[in-house]
């Protein structure tokens, strides 16, 4: 993939909004080659749900279930069965899947939402364009978020975020781009 100012923040993000759906309980991403590799586990549940509403056939079903959840809610513990998942994505589906995103997000304004898979996945990757870097592989679960880049010297770098530094680290980036880290607070 051809290095270009902001690549690895574009493509994470796009690529968390892409998997956030599936509320995923660890996710790994690796670069290979010229292509994204994503896998994890998800319940099983939901990755039904994803794939029965992704086909017209089962879109019918799939309001069915949830109106009938709605009227009835379920008598018993939901089903955690966790499940694999996997994804691959090329320059091109980094591209179309950023082009559908922008078109549904016109007219929304503000903030985006740094809780989101998306959100957390972008600040990794500034972290990564801030270095020159290239990435190697990135590990998040819901505690923590570990990856290895190599840096613009070619010299392999490893960090480890927890939830608060992550949070604190997204903060960072969003006042420099407000411009709210040069605003003093009044008496």
Known sequence: MQHTAGIYARALRVIGQDIAELL????????????????????????EAIESA?????????????????IRPPNREPDLEFVPFDRTYSASD?????????????????????YSLGERLRT???????QNGR?????????????????????????????????QLQQRYAAERTGASSIKPGP
């Open 135 to 167: 990435i190697v592989r990135l590990f998040k679960d819901l505690h923590q978020v570990v990856f290895e880049y190599q840096d613009g010297n070619g010299k392999t770098q490893k960090e480890e975020f927890n939830n608060t530094e992550l949070y």
């Open 124 to 130: 990794i990757g500034k972290v990564i364009d801030g």
């Open 24 to 47: 995923p309980e660890n996710l790994s991403i690796e670069l290979r080659g010229d292509e994204f590799v994503a896998n994890g586990l998800c319940t099983k549940s939901r990755k």
């Open 54 to 70: 992704a086909s017209r056939a089962g879109l019918k079903k799939f309001i069915d279930k949830i109106a009938d959840a709605i």
């Open 94 to 114: 980094i591209d179309r899947l950023d082009s559908q995103a922008t078109i549904a997000r016109e007219g929304y304004g503000g903030m985006p939402d740094i």
